[in-house]
């Protein structure tokens, strides 16, 4: 058996084609969608990436403006251009490039929630929580969409999750687990005693925990659906958390390169645009806004 191919470039391509006449049915209302990147140091692989969101926005009509900032800048160097970001009306929508070796925490509250790309902000994560509407993390829902446009089943599904980080791991259990995906999810971590044990068991593994060839044939159950979502780097190339030899035995694989990467580019720009739309509907950009009300 030969798995099918989750194919992320064809979804990043399809979803393209569909923002773009979105973004220029905004344009029309004059509201011009803008993403901004704040990128900290010159780590190549953060450097492509943020390249790359630049690239994607142009080609759909999105203006983007990049800050670049030499490693070693402090973290009120950093929070000095996420306050003007947050100020720049023409800035609908930005990200701060992580890691940033500095206060994450502190850099993902200062961002306005509504002009948050990322969903990482802590108002929008308790809304997911919470479950309201809120700009979603994109590397998770990057994988739904990817198991959605190939029919992957989803509903009731046995899901086990490798990682429990903030970025993808964590956030899609949630995202999993919401009544609209209805899966089962089982969040496996370092701590996970057999880790061999849950993922036999799996319809749908992901693995998010950047260890090479973490996930192997012997693991999967046949026609099981893997993603990878390791980007390990060795030699200077991408090394995800699946082994080769997975192919041979589940239903359906993502490629890493060319799966979940490009997904979570297509969400990013999903999450611009509707950005835009929800500050169009809302009469313009939002506002800082005024301080605590004066107690009485
Ligand atoms: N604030 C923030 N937001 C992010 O969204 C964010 C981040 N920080 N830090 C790092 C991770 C990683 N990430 C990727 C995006 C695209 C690809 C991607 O498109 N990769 C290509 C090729 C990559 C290559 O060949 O080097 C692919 O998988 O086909 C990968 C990884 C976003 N991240």
């Given at each position: 058996m030969t798995a099918q191919i989750l194919d992320g470039k064809a979804g990043l391509a399809t979803i393209k084609e569909e923002l773009a006449l979105r973004v220029r049915a905004l344009r029309e209302q004059g509201v011009r969608p803008g993403l901004g990147t704040v990128l900290v140091g010159d780590d190549p692989g953060s450097t492509w990436y943020v390249n790359a969101k630049h690239r994607d926005c142009a080609e759909i009509g999105i203006e983007s403006m990049r800050r670049d900032l030499p490693a070693g800048s402090?973290?009120?160097?950093?929070?000095?251009?996420?306050?003007?970001?947050?100020?720049?009306d023409a800035c609908t929508a930005f990200l701060v490039q992580q890691p940033t070796g500095l206060d994450e925490f502190a850099i993902l509250s200062r961002v306005l929630p509504e002009k948050d790309v990322d969903g990482l902000h802590p108002v929008n994560l308790g809304s997911l929580v919470l479950g309201r509407a809120a700009p979603l993390p994109c590397t998770p829902v990057g994988v739904v969409e990817l198991l959605r446009r190939h029919d992957v089943e989803v509903a009731g599904a046995e899901v086990v999750v490798v990682g429990r980080g903030l970025t993808v791991g964590r956030p899609l259990g949630l995202i999993l687990t919401r009544r609209s995906e209805n899966a089962t999810v089982t969040l496996c971590h370092t701590g996970t005693r057999d880790l061999a044990a849950h993922t036999r068991r799996a319809d749908i593994v992901v693995s998010a925990a950047g260890v090479p060839d973490l996930?192997?044939?012997?693991?999967?159950?046949?026609?099981?659906?893997?993603?990878?979502?390791?980007?390990?780097?060795?030699?200077?190339?991408?090394?995800?958390?699946?082994?080769?030899?997975?192919?041979?035995?589940?239903?359906?694989?993502?490629?890493?390169?060319?799966?979940?990467?490009?997904?979570?580019?297509?969400?990013?720009?999903?999450?611009?645009?509707?950005?835009?739309?929800?500050?169009?509907?809302?009469?313009?950009?939002?506002?800082?806004?005024?301080?605590?009300?004066?107690?009485?």
């Open positions: 402090t973290q009120a160097e950093v929070e000095a251009v996420v306050d003007e970001l947050n100020g720049d996930v192997t044939a012997d693991m999967v159950r046949p026609g099981a659906a893997v993603l990878d979502v390791g980007v390990a780097r060795v030699d200077g190339k991408i090394a995800g958390d699946v082994a080769a030899d997975v192919a041979e035995v589940a239903g359906w694989i993502s490629p890493n390169p060319g799966g979940v990467g490009p997904m979570t580019r297509a969400m990013l720009l999903t999450n611009v645009v509707e950005a835009a739309e929800r500050q169009a509907a809302a009469g313009g950009a939002p506002s800082i806004p005024a301080g605590p009300a004066p107690t009485p």
